[in-house]
């Protein structure tokens, strides 16, 4: 169920000014600063949305920077553009910076995940706080454009670390650009697998097959879990079982970089506990050299409200 709070991110994305804080060399030993201007572009991207929202409001950046295609989640998924049209304009300062991010190798797909803050009162102290994923696609001329924003609310952070991508042994390089069409229908597939595993085996004993051991995963009123350790541990404590169905999703014409979305269910174990409904997306990572196996690098799932759980 979502609380008030949720109401902030009201674009699924209530999110950021970075104010120039974050550069992209910030990314550490991870991955240096020259080695990846599409990394770079991406970043100076989301600078700039956050500039907009900014400057501009919220409403208006969203519409500048998501794509025609783009999808957001009111609750359900639905098409972002047509949405903003009708949309009424979101009051306050929605302000948010990235500390992850990564590009294919191909430079056409990438995304960004960080915190994110609301003030009604922009000289104000932040009322709610969150974090937001969004996939970004390289536009035919050359800009990146949001095809997928959502998020979560959580508690304040302690802290806020520095912008880093994963290790470049994590990703593959390009050797040929693959037939995009059949790599998005084989990702498809793979988060279909995955649900069949957890079926089958158990949500616990399937993620050492389809997540990264350095995922990061999104839950409503928890702050981000970092490694595949944390989630284990999280999942661990639910009881029941967990099931969904994939939507859509899109890969990069590198064949190393892609994305899922879709619906899914939980039935407690407990027979008088209700079965949660929600929403989810999943940025997958492949590599290294194009011949590994496809792994979840970022997930979030939110739950729909009651209303909606019809």
């Not at 600078?47 to 501009?56: C, G, I, S, V, Y």
């Not at 929605?94 to 992850?100: H, I, Q």
């Not at 790599?183 to 595993?197: G, H, I, M, S, W």
């Not at 839950?219 to 939507?247: F, K």
């Amino acid at each position: 169920m979502r609380t008030a709070t949720n109401d902030y991110r009201l674009y699924g994305k209530a999110l950021a000014l970075l104010a120039g804080a974050v550069a992209v060399s910030s990314c550490g030993g991870d991955r240096a600063a020259g080695d990846d201007a599409a990394l770079s572009t991406l970043v100076d991207s989301e600078r700039a949305f956050a500039q907009a929202a900014a400057e501009l409001g919220t409403l208006n950046a969203f519409r500048t920077f998501l794509a025609e295609d783009a999808v957001l989640f009111r609750p359900r998924a639905v098409n972002a553009q047509q949405w903003l049209r009708e949309a009424p304009d979101a009051p306050g300062l929605l302000s948010w910076e990235p500390v992850l991010a990564d590009v294919s190798a191909a430079g056409d797909l990438g995304y960004t995940t960080g915190p994110w803050e609301y003030r009604r009162d922009p000289t104000a102290e932040a009322e709610a706080h969150g974090n937001y994923f969004t996939v970004w696609k390289m536009q035919p001329d050359g800009s990146w454009k949001a095809v997928i924003d959502h998020g979560i609310s959580n508690p304040p952070p302690d802290s806020i670390g520095p912008l880093r991508s994963p290790a470049p042994g994590a990703r593959s390089r390009p050797v040929d650009t693959v037939d995009v069409a059949a790599a998005r229908e084989t990702l498809l597939q793979v988060d279909r697998a995955y649900a069949e595993a957890v079926a089958t085996q158990g949500i616990l004993p399937a993620l050492a097959g389809y997540v990264a051991p350095d995922v990061r995963a999104l839950r409503e009123g928890r702050q981000p879990l970092d490694g595949i350790d944390a989630l284990r541990e999280l999942l661990s404590q639910q009881h029941g079982s967990l099931s969904w169905t994939v939507l859509n999703g899109g890969v990069s014409s590198s064949g190393d970089l892609g994305y899922t979305y879709g619906e899914y269910e939980f039935k407690p174990a407990a027979g008088d506990t209700a079965v949660e409904l929600g929403v989810y997306v999943r940025a997958w990572r492949r590599g290294p050299s194009g011949g590994g196996s496809w792994r979840v690098a970022v997930e979030v799932m939110t739950p729909l409200p009651p209303s909606s759980d019809g």
